[in-house]
């Protein structure tokens, strides 16, 4: 079989290398689209209106989010899971289950009879449940519209984003105060706080008169925590907004240990390159992050390195990336294949917008290096 031109190259991590290096997204489907994908441009161009009274008269096909939504996809199928921030219409927030088609099963406001819940970030259980962040802490929710349950802490506030560890821990990201702890460990069996760690950066008063400020972001220190997402080993990587970078913590020790963006890791970093945003890790480890810089999905292997760039076809004025998520098609049933569960690599993004979606991508490989399961 004759080598492509990438096989001249010499990768630091081969194997993460030979796996996304031919790596194209191909649009499977927009989010509670009428159309199927057959049947649809694979980058349908939008005519911009030309005033501000046919924005508002345009009529929406299709499924609308109201506001900004993270997204999950479950472990036991392809159907996906989004949750909407508060807005006028829904001042809780909302959960939406699409299935494969991209249209609406079900859809209810997470308003709980004991307490009023505000939804942020979401994550897929084993058994299909989602544990969705409540900004004091995180919420375990079927899909029926019924809470499970419900985990909070003293020391936690603003709970924005949670991610599923190995050891089926829950680990969240809190904006919190100066003196707080920026991720919090979550036991769902308990529902009690098992650690917490990573600590905000020293804020130094230089003029009192002025009452200016500096803030001194050391490596370990996280400014704005964003997405979370966590690896085979049970480190955890955060989407850090103020240091445009990625950063890698041990979730059992709380130790810090690297941080990355799109020109190196640690001292290679250069800021500017990277604008995190959405982060979501594969089953080799393999880290993907949506950025606002280039508006595309980069691909690290586990190291931090920048292994490739999958461009996506949208324009960075009108569409931002948001929240990022990966299919499970490595879950086996009785030691086959669940037949419910695409064998094919998809990923899921939700762009904020005017009328914010979500759009379901096939990420195709190349002959040579094609991924068989």
């Not at 100066?178 to 990573?198: A, N, Y």
């Not at 094919?344 to 195709?364: D, E, I, Q, W």
Request: charged share 25%; aromatic share 8%; with cysteine.
């Amino acid at each position: 079989m004759a080598d492509c031109a990438w096989n001249s190259l010499v990768s630091a991590n081969k194997k993460a290398e030979l796996k996304f290096r031919n790596v194209n997204p191909t649009l499977k489907y927009c989010l509670g689209c009428e159309y199927p994908a057959t049947k649809r441009d694979l980058y349908p161009r939008r005519p911009k209106p030309a005033t501000l009274l046919d924005i508002i008269t345009k009529p929406h096909k299709g499924f609308e989010f109201l506001s900004i939504p993270d997204l999950t996809f479950l472990h036991q199928s392809d159907h996906i899971v989004t949750s909407e921030f508060a807005s006028v219409n829904y001042p809780y927030g909302r959960v939406t289950v699409f299935d494969v088609k991209g249209d609406v099963i079900t859809t209810f406001p997470p308003k709980d009879t004991r307490k009023d819940i505000h939804l942020f970030g979401i994550t897929s259980l084993p058994n299909d449940d989602v544990a969705i962040c409540t900004g004091d802490g995180v919420s375990i929710w079927n899909l029926d519209g019924r809470m499970v349950s419900h985990m909070t802490q003293p020391t936690v506030e603003n709970c924005c984003h949670v991610t599923l560890m190995q050891n089926h821990l829950l680990a969240t990201t809190c904006i919190t105060k100066e003196d707080g702890k920026c991720v919090t460990m979550w036991d769902p069996k308990s529902g009690k706080v098992t650690s917490q760690f990573g600590s905000r950066p020293e804020v130094i008063e230089l003029n009192p008169l002025k009452q200016k400020q500096k803030i001194l972001i050391r490596n370990r220190d996280i400014r704005l925590p964003w997405f979370i997402a966590s690896d085979s080993s049970l480190n955890v990587f955060i989407s850090d907004r103020t240091a445009q970078c990625v950063k890698v913590y041990d979730s059992t020790s709380g130790k810090y240990l690297r941080r990355f963006d799109a020109a190196g890791v640690d001292t290679r970093c250069a800021k500017g390159s990277l604008m995190p945003q959405g982060i979501c890790v594969d089953d080799d480890d393999n880290i993907f992050v949506a950025d606002e810089v280039s508006s595309s999905v980069l691909i690290f292997d586990k190291h931090g390195e920048k292994v490739r760039q999958l461009p996506l076809k949208i324009d960075p004025k009108e569409d931002q990336v948001w929240a990022l998520a990966l299919n499970n098609n490595h879950e086996l049933t009785c030691g086959k294949r669940n037949p419910a569960i695409s064998p094919t690599r998809k990923m899921a993004l939700s762009f904020s917008h005017r009328k914010p979606r979500g759009h379901v991508y096939n990420l195709s490989f190349c002959d040579h290096y094609s991924i068989r399961f």
